[in-house]
């Protein structure tokens, strides 16, 4: 595994969600007011799904398991080792059902 490229994905999905954070009013009517925090919002969320999935294609690729037909299955191989805790599967599933990212928090 290139761990290199897996630190620099999680560092890049950190700083998606600090963007996330740092521009999230409130309330959700100086977010409906905000159209820049709704475009920096929208675009962060976008690149964290993407790391996201980037990062769980990376690790699953390197074990003998059949490529994952959806994100969601993605999130759920990576519980099967244990890699992300079941409550985060959960929540990571009923995140990408709604259009919203997970972050992927690895267990050390």
Do not use: W, Y
Not at 8 to 31: A, F, G, H, M
Not at 36 to 48: F, G, M, S, T, Y
Not at 65 to 87: D, G, R, Y
């Amino acid at each position: 595994m290139d761990r290199d490229l897996v630190e620099t994905k999680l560092e890049s999905l950190r700083r998606c969600v600090d963007r996330i954070t740092n521009k999230s009013p409130s309330s959700v009517e100086q977010l409906l007011q905000d159209s820049d925090a709704q475009d920096i919002i929208a675009l962060n969320l976008q690149r964290a799904v993407q790391l996201s999935v980037d990062i769980a294609s990376h690790l699953i690729a390197e074990t003998d398991v059949v490529p994952p037909s959806t994100m969601a299955e993605n999130f759920a191989i990576l519980q099967k080792f244990h890699i992300i805790t079941p409550a985060l599967l959960n929540a990571s599933q009923k995140l990408l059902v709604s259009g919203i990212s997970p972050s992927i928090a690895i267990n050390r």
